[in-house]
């Protein structure tokens, strides 16, 4: 059992030390720093790195520093994936991409939506450190497959948009006149997809989730849906 923790490194260590220092470190894991050309203030970088798990956690972890091809943007996610998909077995995959380059940044995201690890964790801190958010890739992947739903279940979403909050699944099914079975199925598919958030299973009670404001207008046609 181990867990994965994918840096984005930059010619700043002060990121990859945050994330360690948030996550720890237990025997066994594995550090990935990935960054761009591996010019002297990464490698002074990744050093500072080095000598902050010798000293608080010698021996426990693998670190490893791994430099992207940026000037082919594909070939640079595809590398990404590659170091992912080394780590799949991973109990835990932690990608910070707080640091770094842009073109490194935006690769290993594009990877990450290619892939959608299980049990993945995306963080990203401001450049003032002041504001730490995590992201579902699932459901930012939402965003891109929205069009494949069914007709049925983007009326739904529209509905949940257009509520300021909570909707039984008996008012849903009242709305569309059909079974409270067949829109139980609808809504398990628009949660596994990360559409929608299950605020009670008994009785069934859903809302929308925020990307949906992504996804709709935010306008006086509040309820179309981007296309």
Known sequence: MYRALIINLGFDEKFAIRALTRHGISKGDR???LTGPRVERVEKAASYVRVFLDKYHS???HLELVSLPIGDFYDAVSEAMKIIEKVLDADEIIVNLSGGMRITTLAIFTAL????PENLVLELESEDTST???LDVKVLRSI???KELSEEK???LKVLMECDGSITVHE???MFNRDESTIRKHLRELKDKGYIIIKKRKPLIVEKHPVLKIIF???KERGHLRE
Do not use: P, R, W
């Open 113 to 116: 939506l290619f892939m959608n």
């Open 172 to 174: 849903l099914s009242s």
């Open 217 to 219: 207008k935010e306008d």
């Open 31 to 33: 550090v990935i720093l």
């Open 132 to 134: 730490y958010l995590t």
């Open 144 to 146: 891109l497959t929205i």
């Open 59 to 61: 021996g426990e972890a």
């Open 154 to 156: 983007k009326d739904i």
